[in-house]
């Protein structure tokens, strides 16, 4: 499958180490496969992509269909070295992920549903938090948090790309998240920075890097991370950790310190299919390399015994009434905001509660006195900006509608040249066979699928498309 040779040199320390979880045999393997081919894949995105055109859009990504990625829920493929899925309008219209195959499995293994409040602790960039985000198909909310702010910046804009608006985004200490959201949620994803063992065929600088910093510079700050996220665990809730790296101590280790720290703690099996691996503790999982067609990551179920509570309903109901009060004040003061929603097609007053902050309006996935004094980055889905007398809609709303959710817009064909023109920035000039409606604010699609907005004036489509979003 893998025809490249390539050559990567291992340190002793670390050899002798995997010489002792693996044995001689499946260390040759290791070793053998080290020398082969890395694997690329990419991660459709569910919110966007339908059945009838998943076919076409693999095509345009130029991934090999015939071959999903067997854990990622039938949503992940590979693509070859020669593929660049990210050279297509397809990736700025936000249908697809980059993400290396193994890492498909903890977004896919955490059970995560609708109407969840799901926090992924360590995000950015993004790869498994598009993922969850998707899984809960609008309903409920994630919170993505990273410690480092420009990292988090990236993060939300895969986010928003993907088209997800249930989102709060925070760039903090994992202790002041647990002192404001204790006992709050209901999946957690615990993805923690590592020695990256994994990683070594893919990124072989990270060889040098566990030299210099190997899994003792991990250990602290994943129990920190650990003990954190199980601190904001519901009783019933799910916790998965993972890890890009084998080394015991960063992985199994850590497992079997968290649940005598917190004995309501229990460690769930992950079902041992595809060629996963069952970890020593008989319950986690490694993806090797030589075993499955993955770079590698650890990953660990845990439940935290209890039952989730069951006033959700009935939260749900008053909430739906406070929404509703909440958007019809909104809307009665607001009402540039309240023209402008005339455009839209879909019912985004049902979908959260409106809030302004400094000419910026937001559609919030929980009310605004809930939201606790932490570092956001974003607080849901920002509609737009109230100026004088008119309404500016964001990127992130152009990317969270539908074609058919905007009363004017432009359809341009992914091949035809003005679609990566408006994705750089430019004025383009559009014509009667791709362009609906009247002037004003007009979505701009491709193949039907929207990339952004324009201001339009006759044919002339003024680009509003955001400068840190452009074609590069
Ligand atoms: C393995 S990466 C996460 C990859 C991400 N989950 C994805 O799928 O794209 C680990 C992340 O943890 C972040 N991190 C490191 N220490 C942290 C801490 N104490 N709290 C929160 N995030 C942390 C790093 O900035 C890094 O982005």
């Known amino acids: 499958m893998n ?3 390539k050559s990567i040199e291992l340190p002793e320390k670390y050899m002798e180490k995997m010489r002792r979880l693996l044995g001689e045999t499946e260390l040759k393997a290791y070793l053998t496969c080290m020398e082969e081919e890395t694997f690329r894949g990419i991660r459709l995105n569910p919110l966007k992509v339908t059945e009838d055109c998943r076919a076409g859009v693999l095509s345009s990504a130029d991934a090999r269909t015939e071959e999903p990625v067997p854990w990622s829920d039938s949503l992940g493929y590979y693509y070859e070295k020669t593929g660049m899925p990210a050279r297509h309008p397809y990736y700025y219209g936000g249908l697809y992920y980059l993400q290396e195959p193994s890492a498909m499995a903890p977004g896919a293994i955490l059970p995560v549903e609708p109407g969840d409040r799901v926090l992924d602790l360590c995000a950015a960039p993004g790869g498994k938090s598009t993922q969850l985000g998707a899984r809960l198909a609008g309903s409920g909310f994630l919170l993505s ?9 990236g993060l939300l804009k895969n986010l928003e790309r993907f088209g997800i608006g249930n989102i709060l985004v925070s760039s ?5 998240l647990l002192h404001n959201f204790p006992v709050y949620f209901d999946k957690i994803l615990v993805d923690a920075p590592c ?28 129990k920190e991370l650990l003990r954190c996220a199980c601190g904001m665990l519901k009783p019933g809730g799910m916790l998965l950790y993972s890890t890009c790296t084998f080394a015991e101590e960063e992985d199994e280790d850590n497992i079997e310190w968290i649940c005598e720290e917190i ?23 490694r993806l090797f390399p030589w075993r499955l067609s ?10 935290k015994k209890g039952s989730p509570d069951f006033d959700s309903r009935e939260t749900r109901q008053a909430c739906s009434a406070d929404m509703e009060k909440n958007n019809r004040d909104f809307l009665k003061k607001r009402e540039e905001l309240a023209g402008f929603l005339k455009l839209v097609h879909r019912p985004v007053e049902k979908e959260g509660y409106f809030w302004e902050r400094e000419g910026q309006v937001y559609l919030l996935p929980i009310p605004r006195e809930k939201l606790p004094p932490i570092r956001f980055l974003r607080t849901g889905l920002l509609l737009g900006t109230l100026k004088k007398n008119r309404f500016e809609p964001s990127q992130a709303l152009a990317m969270y509608l539908k074609k058919e ?11 035809d040249l003005r679609t990566v023109k408006y994705l750089k920035g430019e004025t383009v000039e559009a014509d009667n066979a791709v362009i609906w409606g009247k002037d004003g604010w007009c979505l701009v699609c491709t193949d039907g699928y ?21 074609w590069q």
């Open 145 to 153: 948090n990273d410690i480092s702010a420009s990292r988090a910046n």
């Open 405 to 415: 959710e905007f009363e004017n817009g432009v359809d341009f064909p992914s091949e």
């Open 263 to 285: 004995p309501e703690l229990e460690p769930v099996p992950v079902p041992l299919k595809y060629g996963f691996v069952q970890g020593s503790d008989g319950a986690s999982i």
């Open 3 to 5: 025809p490249e040779k």
């Open 195 to 222: 020695s990256g063992e994994g990683m070594f065929r893919r990124e072989p600088s990270m060889i040098r890097s566990w030299t210099e910093k190997g899994p003792e510079h991990y250990i602290p700050i994943q």
């Open 450 to 470: 929207p990339l952004g907005f324009a201001k339009r004036s006759r044919m002339t489509l003024k680009n509003k498309y955001y400068p840190g979003w452009r």
């Open 172 to 176: 903090e200490e994992p202790e002041r």
């Open 294 to 303: 993955g770079e590698g990551h650890f990953l660990s179920l845990l439940r």
